[in-house]
């Protein structure tokens, strides 16, 4: 059963936007921390939004000010817009739910995060 499954990847030029789903089984979907990580080519998986269970969020310096998390309790969904996309932010972009060390999760950290979704591709092209 597959417990986080993202959507909405896709090639963009640069300057586009593309929003990103992402949705929760009932046993995955707690009201705690969600994030979204992504991993260029060659690249090590890099953390770039988090929000929590009362709505606050924390962003990576690299997307901060063009990327929108939020989230749906109601549907257990976990969205992230991303407007004014670049070559650079090309990569496989992947939800992740159940962090269980507070520090971990708003740093970031893959090793928080218990559960992720297989990826959905984003391609910026120039």
């Known amino acids: 059963q597959v417990q986080l499954a993202e959507s909405g990847g896709g090639s963009v030029q640069s300057g586009g936007s593309l929003r990103l789903s992402c949705a929760a089984s009932?046993?995955?979907?707690?009201?705690?921390?969600m994030a979204w990580f992504r991993q260029a080519p060659g690249k090590g998986r890099e953390g770039i939004a988090v929000i929590d269970s009362d709505g606050r969020v924390s962003y990576s310096d690299s997307v901060k000010g063009r990327f929108t998390i939020s989230r749906d309790n109601a549907k257990k969904m976990l969205y992230l817009q991303m407007n004014s996309l670049k070559p650079e932010d090309t990569a496989i972009y992947y939800c992740?739910?159940?962090?269980?060390?507070?520090?971990?999760?708003?740093?970031?950290?893959?090793?928080?995060?218990?559960?992720w979704g297989q990826g959905t591709q984003v391609t910026v092209s120039s």
């Open positions: 009932e046993k995955t979907y707690r009201r705690d921390y």
């Open positions: 992740a739910a159940e962090c269980g060390v507070g520090a971990w999760c708003w740093q970031l950290q893959t090793r928080g995060f218990a559960n």
